[in-house]
């Protein structure tokens, strides 16, 4: 039986009738763009992330972009962030003029490496960006208190994360401000590329709220510079459909998630072979990715060969830290100064975590692991 890594159909399908509702609506309203279908979506995203502004943005990169922009990020500024992340994390902070600056990430939690992104800090430094990288909050307490030490920024890249909570507090409520996205992977996923960018911040949601209209304030005056990041009316409204299921969307991963590791624990030498995800204390984690580690030379990509032979489906997040793309070459960051990224770019491997997996599906990826272990490979 084939196991797609990911299926958005069958979600869609159960909530059809409400999601054709919400098109027929703005069909009829004849208002795409802005208007109080995103007005609507944002209040509710609002009260879900009990955060005191949410805007909806064009997409996941456009919030990051314009998160950058509102907390005046540019040329000769510092930004650090992880390396082992999307590459989204990073490309904006370029695309800004300023320069990234990549720190390492834990082999635990995936997630940003507090100590290490505090020996990277300098006098240009202005801000840090850590990513709740798979559903699971970076440690946000100790990066907080790093970024109130030396006077930096906190924009919580919370792209693969909504919903995902620290000590009972949403992400995206807990740095200066946060970038969402609405992919259709994404927990939340959108019908196309939607976001939404989130700040405690009244000043900064309202300069936010002008760059995404070109900066400009009345109409058509210009004292910045912004861009076009605005959501659509439709996007909002099938989202706002969406919203009100999201919880119960990340209780399916995680129940998902808890037999995955039930089946795996048992695993003869499990923990040199293969390791396990797992939740930190403190942290709702809302599974995004059920992301294993495959230490030693090649066995990542046997298993991910072995499991496409049976026709189910994984994915390589991400087999490239950035540090090591083309495009970042010129700034000189090597695989000996940030090791646990490397690392974790050759043994990452997500498999199937879907809400709407079936048992038999789910039966079918842990017989085919627990045969590639159990063949001694
Ligand atoms: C998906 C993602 C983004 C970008 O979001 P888009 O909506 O695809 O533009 C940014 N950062 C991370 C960590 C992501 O996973």
Redesign the pocket.
């Given at each position: 039986m084939a196991v797609p890594l990911f299926d958005i159909k069958p979600q869609n399908q159960a909530l059809a009738e409400d999601l054709q509702a919400a098109f027929t609506r703005v069909l009829a309203s004849g208002q795409f763009i802005l208007g109080p279908e995103v007005q609507n979506f944002e209040r509710q995203c609002a009260e879900y992330l009990q955060v005191r502004h949410a805007l909806g943005i064009s997409?996941?990169?456009?919030a990051?972009l314009l998160a950058l922009m509102a907390l005046g990020i540019g040329p000769g500024d510092e930004v650090i962030c992880p390396s082992f992340?999307?590459f989204?994390?990073a490309g904006c902070v370029a695309r800004t003029g300023a320069t990234p600056v990549f720190c390492d990430v834990r082999a635990d939690t995936f997630n940003l490496d507090v100590a290490d992104a505090a020996r990277r800090i300098t006098p240009r430094t202005k801000a840090i960006m850590p990513?709740h990288?798979y559903g699971q909050a970076a440690d946000m307490a100790a990066v907080n208190e790093l970024a109130c030490r030396h006077g930096l920024k906190v924009i919580e890249?919370a792209?693969?994360a909504v919903g995902a909570t620290q000590g009972g507090q949403h992400i995206g409520s807990l740095g200066h401000c946060g970038?969402f996205?609405?992919?259709p992977t994404?927990n939340l996923g959108a019908f196309g590329?939607?976001?939404l960018f989130t700040t405690n911040d009244d000043a900064l949601a309202e300069h936010a709220r002008l760059l995404r209209m070109h900066g400009a304030y009345p109409k058509y005056y210009h004292r910045w510079i912004g861009g076009n990041f605005r959501l659509d009316a439709v996007h909002a409204a099938l989202l706002a459909v969406k919203l009100p299921h999201l919880d119960g969307f990340a209780r399916r991963r995680a129940a998902n998630a808890a037999r995955y590791t039930e089946y795996f624990a048992k695993l003869p030498s499990i923990g040199a072979r293969l390791i396990l995800p797992a939740a930190q204390p403190g942290n709702g984690h809302t599974w995004n990715q059920y992301t294993v580690r495959v230490p030693g030379a090649g066995r990542r990509d046997a298993l991910r060969d072995w499991l496409a032979a049976r026709q189910i489906g994984t994915e390589i997040y991400y087999p490239v830290p950035l540090h090591a793309q083309a495009c970042f070459a010129a700034l000189g960051q090597t695989d000996a100064d940030l090791p646990v990224s490397a690392r974790l770019a050759s043994e990452a491997l997500s498999i199937p975590i879907f809400p709407e997996l079936t048992t038999t599906q789910q039966d079918e990826v842990i017989g085919a692991v627990t045969e590639f272990i159990g063949a001694g490979r």
């Amino acid at each position: 039986m084939a196991v797609p890594l990911f299926d958005i159909k069958p979600q869609n399908q159960a909530l059809a009738e409400d999601l054709q509702a919400a098109f027929t609506r703005v069909l009829a309203s004849g208002q795409f763009i802005l208007g109080p279908e995103v007005q609507n979506f944002e209040r509710q995203c609002a009260e879900y992330l009990q955060v005191r502004h949410a805007l909806g943005i064009s997409s996941g990169t456009d919030a990051i972009l314009l998160a950058l922009m509102a907390l005046g990020i540019g040329p000769g500024d510092e930004v650090i962030c992880p390396s082992f992340t999307f590459f989204a994390t990073a490309g904006c902070v370029a695309r800004t003029g300023a320069t990234p600056v990549f720190c390492d990430v834990r082999a635990d939690t995936f997630n940003l490496d507090v100590a290490d992104a505090a020996r990277r800090i300098t006098p240009r430094t202005k801000a840090i960006m850590p990513v709740h990288l798979y559903g699971q909050a970076a440690d946000m307490a100790a990066v907080n208190e790093l970024a109130c030490r030396h006077g930096l920024k906190v924009i919580e890249d919370a792209a693969q994360a909504v919903g995902a909570t620290q000590g009972g507090q949403h992400i995206g409520s807990l740095g200066h401000c946060g970038a969402f996205s609405f992919f259709p992977t994404k927990n939340l996923g959108a019908f196309g590329d939607a976001g939404l960018f989130t700040t405690n911040d009244d000043a900064l949601a309202e300069h936010a709220r002008l760059l995404r209209m070109h900066g400009a304030y009345p109409k058509y005056y210009h004292r910045w510079i912004g861009g076009n990041f605005r959501l659509d009316a439709v996007h909002a409204a099938l989202l706002a459909v969406k919203l009100p299921h999201l919880d119960g969307f990340a209780r399916r991963r995680a129940a998902n998630a808890a037999r995955y590791t039930e089946y795996f624990a048992k695993l003869p030498s499990i923990g040199a072979r293969l390791i396990l995800p797992a939740a930190q204390p403190g942290n709702g984690h809302t599974w995004n990715q059920y992301t294993v580690r495959v230490p030693g030379a090649g066995r990542r990509d046997a298993l991910r060969d072995w499991l496409a032979a049976r026709q189910i489906g994984t994915e390589i997040y991400y087999p490239v830290p950035l540090h090591a793309q083309a495009c970042f070459a010129a700034l000189g960051q090597t695989d000996a100064d940030l090791p646990v990224s490397a690392r974790l770019a050759s043994e990452a491997l997500s498999i199937p975590i879907f809400p709407e997996l079936t048992t038999t599906q789910q039966d079918e990826v842990i017989g085919a692991v627990t045969e590639f272990i159990g063949a001694g490979r």
